[in-house]
């Protein structure tokens, strides 16, 4: 049996917000979306070689409410490589002000997500 090693290129953190709507895949998604944007991989291609869709991407999202997340739909956000979502506990969720015609449908409050993207290599 071969022994695979993986080594961690990037490690990048996120947060996103969902004002109005309460929807924790949206502030998820806008989470992944601001972590993916701090980093360039230039690197791994210029001077590793590495075919980006090889990299291994891992996204772990908090949000209040884990058991909602749409994994497909927060791979979607990732651009590249071996996708894979874990969603766990936490995030935030704070008083806003409800609005209808803005898209809330439970109550007042803001979904706060926050995410943690890390990009490794074989």
Do not use: W
């Amino acid at each position: 049996m071969e022994v695979i090693f993986i080594k961690r290129y990037v490690v990048e953190f996120g947060y996103g917000v969902d004002l109005h709507g309460q929807d924790v895949n949206k502030a998820a998604q806008k989470a992944v979306k601001d972590a993916i944007s701090h980093s360039c991989l230039c690197g791994l291609e210029e001077i590793l070689g590495v075919n980006l869709d090889e990299v291994i991407v891992e996204a772990i999202v908090a949000v209040s409410r884990p058991e909602e997340i749409d994994e497909e739909g927060i791979k979607a956000v990732l651009p590249i490589g071996q996708k894979y979502v874990k969603a766990v506990k936490g995030g935030l969720r704070v008083p806003g002000i409800k609005e209808p015609q803005f898209g809330d449908t439970e109550d007042d409050s803001i979904e706060v997500a926050v995410a943690c993207v890390t990009v490794s290599i074989k």
